[in-house]
Structures are given as structure tokens and as C-alpha cells.
């Protein structure tokens, strides 16, 4: 394109968010609304960038829509949407749609849409070949923060019910009493404890107690609480997948004491100042007080266990990931 009289600058390029970037001949620069305006260009004012299109933030076409981006929230693609980058919340892809990103929170995708990634939490796929990758991206990204740079690794063919596709009554005769992962426990007595609970279901799930164990840990630091409760998460840095839950539950500077007769939470104190430093639950003091619990506690206490320490938790991370895979093959 060349020069139009009386400016000194001209496009250059186009980016994928349809941003466009001026050349004085040398130098890319930004253009400014009247030069951008003067080639026929939108001037976004929000953003002080020149656009040669604009994004629709609530798109909800009935026909054919490919290679488009979409950003904002409440989104929904229909009938046809291909090759689609859609980036934002509670989002929503239907219909016989292909090779699409969903990026955010809350998204759901359905209806015969194939080849699509979902990055983000809370992500609902019941699409074939569909890919829900919060959980392994919330880890990599948690890794990433302790000083790890990993790839959780995924196997897809996967998708997940709709609430309309389950049957309510029947599942709940399933629920758990238990689920020491999650700090969770039905209230009530029970003539078997919390942990002897945290054990059935590991081994129901196949898992070694060394892999019970690092599953724990990884989970209390990565502030996972059904309720999110602070109990067991032994840290000041939640959401980092580092071995701060075994260092401190092992700090012999701290003393432990039930809160009630029930003897199902604690309270960690400082052994001098007697301020609070931590609450757990049975299930976490468990790691301290049964000698062979206690012992692999140690080893993910040691200094130089950082490493091991997240390969160990990726690895029964991704057992737990496939064990209802049948049409996989395990280790």
C-alpha cells in the first residue's frame, strides 16, 4: 500500500485481534485516530489501538461462523462456529462445531462439537474428542509457581454428563461418607475414623501409600477444601505446589489440640508464643502420628524432595485421572 498525500505513515500489518500496526517506512509505530481513520480503519478509543474489525462479545449466529475471536463473556456460538477462539466466562459452544479454544471459567461445550480445548476451571465438556484440561492446567500452573516447569500429561476421549443426563436419586445412594483428599466428612459418629476412611478410598482407587500420601500434601497446598476450609492447608502461599504441608505439619515448634471432645480438628500453636499458626483435621495430623505415614511425610519434608516431590504428585495425579479408563492401559 502506498503513502496517501499528506501522511507520512502507512498499514503495515494485521494482528489476530484485527489490531493494526503503522510503518513510517522504517519503524512500526501506532497510528493515531485521524491516521487510522484516513485508511478506512476503525479507531478504537477503550483501547487507543486501530482496528480493522471489531468483536462481537455476544455472538449468537445460526450460520456458518469460521476463524473468528471472540472475547468478552456470556458468548454463545450456534450451529457451524469453526475454527473459533472464543476468550472470556460462561461461555457456551453448541452445535457441530469444530477445532475451537475456549479460554476462561464456567465454559460449556456440547452437541456434537469436535476438536475443541477447553482451558480454564469450572469446564464442562460432553462433546466427542472434546479435551477439559482445567485440573492439569491449575497444577502446571501451580508448579510453575514453586519453580517447576512441567506438562501434566492428558489422554482425552472424555466427556462429562449434563445434569439433565443423571439420574439424582440413584447417584445419591452413592455419595461418600468421606473424602480425606478433599478434608471432607459427613458429620455424625461413626465407629470408623476419618483417616481409616482416607485409607478405604485410597485403596479403592488402586493408589500406594506413598501416592496417598503426596496426593495429600499436593492438594492441601493447592487449596483444594471441599469447603475451602484453611484446615490442612499448611501454607502462606496456597495455589503453589511446593512441600510446605509436610515442613510444617512436621515443625516440632508447633503443638497440636483438638478444638472439641469430637477430636476431629486441630489447632497448631506456636510452641513459645502459643499463637495460632494452623488448623487440620485428623486426617492431616495422621501424616505426623502413625510412624509409617510419618516416615514418607519425611521424605517429602527434606529440602532437596522439592523435585521429587511434583513428579510423585503429577504422577498419582494422572493415575487417579485415568483409573476409570478401561479403555486405556495403566502401569
Not at 36 to 43: I, K, P, R, V
Not at 190 to 215: C, F, Y
Amino acid at each position: 500500500m502506498e503513502f496517501k498525500t499528506g501522511y507520512n505513515v502507512k498499514p503495515e500489518s494485521i494482528n489476530l485481534l484485527g489490531e493494526v500496526t503503522f510503518t513510517d517506512g522504517t519503524n512500526s509505530i501506532t497510528p493515531n485516530q485521524k491516521e487510522c481513520e484516513a485508511y478506512g480503519y476503525t479507531y478504537d478509543e477503550a483501547t487507543g489501538t486501530c482496528k480493522a474489525y471489531m468483536f462481537n462479545t455476544n455472538l449468537n449466529a445460526n450460520v456458518d461462523n469460521a476463524n473468528n475471536v471472540i472475547r468478552g463473556k456470556n458468548n454463545t456460538t450456534f450451529t457451524g462456529t469453526n475454527n473459533t477462539y472464543v476468550i472470556g466466562e460462561n461461555n457456551i459452544a453448541r452445535g457441530l462445531s469444530r477445532n475451537n479454544i475456549i479460554v476462561g471459567s464456567n465454559n460449556e461445550i456440547d452437541n456434537s462439537i469436535n476438536n475443541t480445548t477447553v482451558l480454564g476451571t469450572k469446564g464442562i465438556s460432553t462433546a466427542d474428542n472434546s479435551i477439559v484440561l482445567g485440573g492439569n492446567v491449575g497444577i502446571e500452573m501451580a508448579a510453575k509457581k514453586a519453580g517447576h516447569k512441567i506438562q501434566v500429561p492428558f489422554t482425552p476421549g472424555r466427556g462429562d454428563a449434563r445434569q439433565d443426563q443423571t439420574d439424582v436419586n440413584s447417584f445419591g445412594l452413592l455419595e461418600p461418607k468421606a473424602d480425606g483428599f478433599r478434608n471432607y466428612i459427613i458429620n455424625g459418629k461413626s465407629n470408623v475414623s476419618a483417616e481409616e476412611k482416607l485409607i478405604d478410598k485410597a485403596q479403592l482407587m488402586g493408589l500406594t501409600a506413598p501416592e496417598m500420601t503426596v496426593l495429600v500434601g499436593g492438594m492441601r497446598v493447592l487449596d483444594t477444601n471441599y469447603d475451602s476450609s484453611k484446615n490442612g492447608v499448611f501454607t502462606k502461599k496456597p495455589g503453589t505446589l511446593s512441600t510446605d504441608y509436610f515442613v510444617n505439619l512436621l515443625d516440632m515448634s508447633t503443638t497440636w489440640k483438638e478444638t472439641d471432645k469430637s477430636e476431629q480438628y486441630f489447632v497448631g500453636k506456636d510452641r513459645k508464643s502459643k499463637k495460632t499458626k494452623w488448623k487440620g483435621s485428623r486426617v492431616d495430623l495422621i501424616f505426623g502420628s502413625n510412624s509409617q505415614l510419618r516416615a514418607l511425610a519425611e521424605v517429602y519434608a527434606c529440602k532437596d524432595s522439592s523435585d521429587k516431590f511434583v513428579k510423585d504428585f503429577v504422577s498419582a495425579w494422572v493415575k487417579v485421572m485415568n483409573a476409570d479408563r478401561f479403555d486405556l492401559r495403566l502401569n
